[in-house]
């Protein structure tokens, strides 16, 4: 809490050492801080802008004048800045918001920008930092992860994250229960209808919960054969490979693997 308000007090500073650079007469500070800065009047149009302008989108300072901020970013991003100045507008003076928002270069390059957009007497002050590798970063990384699920969902089988208690409450499942259980995902994940442990035949729990923890202890796999009760009241028996997910300092965080139909007899 100390370090939040910590952060939120030097942010604060920040700010008004930034409102009163805009008073001095020349404003050298506004114009030598290393990042992009506007400020708005109250209808979003440019009154003055710093190098870091021209260095992040590319627009020479004195062509962009009186100009709509809004006219230099992606089409589908301004109806979301206008929203912004309007809540900001009716905001008491100090409120800020904070986006990220696609700008266009005048070669057509798209460009992510974090914003920061704060309320003053006077209209909006704006920052502006490209944020183009991070956001890529994120959005390959929500690819890959898109690809995995994909991938996951299209096993004959049940890929599982699960905490271990006696409920296996379930933090991830695959599509591949629905066949195997006979109940969706969302059904199974935090126990929304069903605990897992339920679902395992009242004879085999006391049994896979042993065993599990077992190879917890050992940090070794586990592989579990027992049945289980489907949606329908049928029994199936399954083969199950588990592993323990722990921490730097070796406690067990959960418990995930992939659960299949046995066709060995229980």
Excluded at 8 to 33: D, M, N, P, V
Excluded at 81 to 86: F, G, H, P, R
Aim: net charge neutral; glycine share 6%.
């Amino acid at each position: 809490m100390k370090s939040l308000l910590a952060h939120q007090k030097t942010l604060s500073s920040w700010w008004y050492g930034l409102l009163a650079s805009l008073r001095r007469e020349r404003g050298q500070e506004f114009e030598s801080l290393p990042l992009a800065l506007a400020r708005l009047d109250h209808q979003g149009a440019i009154q003055q802008l710093n190098k870091g302008w021209e260095e992040l989108t590319g627009y020479p300072v004195q062509a962009c004048l009186y100009r709509a901020q809004a006219s230099y970013m992606h089409p589908e991003d301004q109806p979301l800045w206008k929203q912004a100045l309007i809540r900001l507008g009716k905001a008491p003076l100090g409120a800020w918001e904070q986006m990220q928002l696609r700008f266009l270069t005048p070669d057509g390059e798209r460009r992510w920008v974090e914003v920061r957009l704060r309320h003053y007497s006077q209209g909006f002050i704006v920052s502006l930092g490209d944020a183009t590798l991070q956001v890529e970063k994120q959005q390959a990384l929500a690819a890959r992860h898109r690809s995995l699920c994909n991938l996951l969902d299209s096993l004959p089988a049940m890929v599982y994250r699960c905490r271990n208690n006696r409920h296996w409450t379930m933090e991830y499942v695959s599509e591949g229960c629905t066949d195997l259980t006979g109940y969706r995902p969302d059904q199974l994940i935090n126990s929304q209808v069903v605990t897992f442990n339920s679902l395992i035949h009242p004879d085999d729990r006391d049994r896979v919960w042993a065993e599990v923890q077992q190879s917890l202890q050992a940090r070794s796999p586990a592989c579990l054969d027992y049945r289980l009760i489907t949606a329908d009241g049928c029994t199936r028996s399954v083969h199950e490979r588990a592993s323990g997910i722990y921490s730097d300092n070796g406690d067990v965080l959960g418990v995930e693997g992939i659960i299949f139909v046995s066709h060995m007899p229980h």
